[in-house]
């Protein structure tokens, strides 16, 4: 992958903005489970630099601690992932705790039940959006999602639909800034900033949905000190192009 620089961001931000079409940024953080530092971290960020995000958590691995610590953060909003995020497939699959290799009525229960148990815990800053472990999931399932209460989808690389069933809204994220198949470090500046300009231009060119907006994903379990420098500058670069916008998690998906 080619490495780009904040300039070419800058570029392809300008150059979308100058064609009419919206540059909308939002973020997703996955994996979340108990109290940490790392989520203190992440949570101190997004206060810092004023924008919004969806924390993903498991719901059957989920521990009481973690509740208090959003009680009093109205800029984060919780999301599903999954259930247990537990791997059902083969090794020669894909991993994939949402997929064909269990019973549908034993997924969509386990679903339902970290659904019910999300919304105990955490009211109205529950959002009902299921975020699939390694953003992968069924189409058989997804079919399914409204009747478990579910509004909205969110994966990994641009949507094919934005209403991939009727009354589920999908928005995806573009960068993620971890090298899962190497260290599970950061990918570092050059590449994370080519996830960005390469779904702008795919955007600006009509090769992907060019009302999705662009979506930066992070594991804040598995950050280190470059990964959280990157995702604070840039926020702040980005905030600072007039016409760019960070949309806060209802917004993001509350799309008609």
Known sequence: MIEYRWEDLNYEINNTIDLGLPVEFWWRNDGA????????????????????IGVSIIPERMSSD????FEDLNNIFIL???????NYAPSSEQKIELGKHRPI???????????????????SNFLPILVPPWNRISSELVSCLPSLGFHGLSCYKPRSSAFPVSNIVQINTHIDLIDWSGNKRFIG????LALACQHLSNKREGRVDPSEPTGLL???LLMDFPSWAFVGAFVRRTKSISGVKWQSIPEVFNKK
């Open 33 to 52: 489970v108990s109290k940490t530092k790392e989520l203190s971290q992440l949570s101190s960020l997004a206060s810092n630099e004023g924008v919004s």
């Open 218 to 220: 992070t594991h804040h």
């Open 189 to 192: 500046t050059g590449a994370a």
């Open 66 to 69: 973690i509740i208090g610590h």
């Open 80 to 86: 599903q992932n999954g259930f247990k995020h537990i």
């Open 105 to 123: 009525k034993n997924i969509t229960r386990e679903l339902k039940i970290g659904h019910n148990k999300l919304y105990s815990a955490f009211n």
